[in-house]
């Protein structure tokens, strides 16, 4: 079945540390990859999108991920957090010919100043 | 960028009776919405595809009769917990996609029934 995993639930870090949050998906073919934020009290924000291209992705707010197909990963990394980094991150992927976004479980994040 | 406005954000009903979702493009049009629960610790998990004049589709183990999606313009999608129970108890997100096929998220709406 197609399936997003997010093996870090709950990521606690100090200012300035760097970050990798990990997502995994299961195989399915040609797929879309999401990583979403949702602030404390706000809505989801879409972070950045892989669809095709350069593997490493650039996003908002300093955010990267890396799009590895023989992993089927799509890590999200930042070099440098801040406190008002502290959300839910989640990772979701779109199987191609789908209108279905899959979701991971989310990873909690806190950042202490 | 683009809105989507979905309320109400919180709602507590008894149990039996019936609860509605709205969920609004407030500056483009959307063709497509879907809706969404997350229980707590777990993923979203998408309920159903609204399009726009047509009937919703829904995913395998979702009861069409009980959670009742009209997508009567392309800037509203509704969705109506009929006879609600404390396990329908579940936050709600709707998200909606634009001509661009970006896809937009409500805030959410958490419901308890009691």
């Known amino acids: 079945a197609q399936s997003v995993s997010q093996h870090n639930h709950h990521v606690i870090l100090s200012e300035a540390a760097s970050l990798e949050l990990g997502c995994n998906y299961s195989?399915?073919?040609?797929?879309?990859l999401f990583w979403y934020v949702q602030y404390p009290g706000q809505h989801l924000q879409l972070l950045l999108k892989?669809?095709?291209?350069?593997?490493l992705v650039k996003g908002i707010k300093g955010f990267e991920a890396e799009f590895i197909k023989s992993k089927f990963s799509f890590n999200l990394r930042k070099p440098s957090v801040q406190w008002s980094d502290t959300a839910e991150y989640f990772c979701?992927?779109?199987?191609?010919?789908?209108?279905?976004?899959?979701f991971g479980t989310g990873t909690r994040l806190q950042v202490f100043p | 960028g683009a809105v989507v406005s979905q309320h109400p954000s919180w709602v507590i009903c008894k149990s039996g009776t019936s609860v509605k979702i709205e969920c609004r493009s407030l500056?483009?049009?959307?063709?497509?919405m879907f809706w969404y629960r997350q229980f707590p610790k777990q993923s979203l998990m998408l309920m159903a595809t609204?399009?726009?004049?047509?009937?919703?589709?829904?995913e395998q183990g979702v009861e069409k009769d009980k959670f009742l999606i009209n997508h009567a313009s392309l800037t509203l999608s509704t969705l109506t917990v009929t006879s609600a129970h404390p396990e329908d108890s579940s936050f709600y997100i709707c998200?909606?996609?634009?001509?661009?096929?970006?896809?937009?998220f409500g805030s959410g709406t958490q419901l308890s029934v009691l």
């Open positions: 998200s909606a996609r634009d001509l661009q096929e970006k896809l937009f």
């Open positions: 195989y399915g073919g040609t797929v879309n």
């Open positions: 892989y669809f095709s291209g350069d593997p």
């Open positions: 979701a992927v779109n199987y191609y010919n789908t209108d279905k976004l899959i």
């Open positions: 500056d483009f049009q959307a063709t497509t």
């Open positions: 609204s399009n726009e004049g047509s009937k919703a589709t829904y």
